[in-house]
């Protein structure tokens, strides 16, 4: 993964020159200020997860010790993992608050023609009630159930009486259960592999699946809120940075009056000299200063402020308003190069490197070294 290069070193470079959010989503990046920024109490998305789908991965996981008490282990991200490459979240259709997915998601008939990559032929378990065909199986729902499977691991999660592999909470629920086995320790590397392994008889899929649980593991440790809202000073803070949604990022620009021209020179050779804007750490100490908190000019810097939030307690740890750290190494607050401003649902606004703009998006998934209380 290409590494940020943020503004944690624009002390610097002022010392070598004359002069660096369940669903919450911005979208508009243009080059003018837009009139308003938008409520901040938008549920958002997490790493591209929408905010339904990871309720019921989070919903799943919280229950599963109740469907099998040996089972330990068991984490949203290793649900994210599996419909991730399953369904990718069920992206491009309808969820509604009750965990239906509509349209519903079918795999190919698996009649042994050859259409998927598949040759073998399933008989039909279900009389095509999950899948459509009377004659044949067919995968089914985000977690992709041939209905034979669903059979055995099926639950369901939403207590509507219903156990349907087209809910998200119903399979994701049935998911953890198939994955659980008998009882693995899905904390031991080996036994994770092999329920992957059992879930898709692939070397490949394994190791993609592992690569996506890896990634949103850095999310988050336990349980991500969705629907925070900021109140008092963090909702003030939070106003005063999204208000600048939109403006040019400039290398060493920013400061507790707003946007400002920057200085020469980024890591990659990027002047500010001539844009008028905001660094990564321009952007919060503007941002804070709006509630009489004078930051420090760096990353690096600011990390050392308020009540700090170490990288191991995960993402559930911060609260709307929270700085929040990117660091090269996050066990060593010396590496830190980038910050932000914790919105909640897992997103954050922050002016992001040169060339872009101020912006909101779901927290990086490379590098989070935790973060800063100061309200």
Known sequence: MTRRLGCGTVLLALLSSPLLVLLLVITAQSKARPAAAPPIEMVGEVSGIP????????????????????????????????????????????????GDITPRILGPVLDGSGAGGNHTAFPDTDGGRWDGTATSERAVGPFQFLPSTW???????????????HNADDAALGAAVYLCGNGRNLTDRTQLRAAIYQYNHSTAYVNDVLGWIDRYSQLATGTIPIG??????????INA????????????????????????????????????????????LYAYAQVGINLPRTAAEQAGEGRRIPASAGIQAL?????????????????????????????????????????????????????????
Not at 228 to 237: H, L, N
Not at 257 to 269: D, K, L
Not at 319 to 333: E, I, M, N, S
């Open 228 to 237: 925070q809202a900021a109140t008092g000073g963090a909702r003030t803070v």
């Open 319 to 375: 609260r709307p308003g929270d700085l929040v750290f990117f660091a090269f190494d996050p066990t060593r607050d010396s590496t830190i190069h980038h910050v932000a401003i914790y919105l909640g649902n897992g997103q954050m606004i922050n002016a992001p490197r040169p060339g872009t703009q101020v912006r909101s998006e779901a927290l990086w998934d490379d590098g989070f070294a935790g973060g800063a209380r100061l309200l």
């Open 151 to 165: 059979n055995g691991s099926g639950r369901d999660a939403n207590n509507d009486g219903v156990t349907d592999p």
């Open 241 to 284: 940075a999204l208000a600048q949604t939109g403006v040019p990022y400039s290398w060493g620009g920013g400061n507790a009056n707003g946007p400002s021209t920057g200085i020469c020179c980024s890591p990659s050779g990027k002047s500010g000299v001539h844009i008028r804007g905001f660094d990564c750490s321009g952007l919060t």
């Open 51 to 98: 905010a339904r789908m990871l309720a019921a991965y989070q919903n799943a996981a919280t229950r599963l010790p109740r469907e099998v008490p040996s089972c330990k282990g068991m984490r949203w991200a290793v649900l994210a993992g599996i419909a991730r490459i399953e369904s990718n979240h069920a992206s491009g259709h309808t969820i509604t608050t009750q």
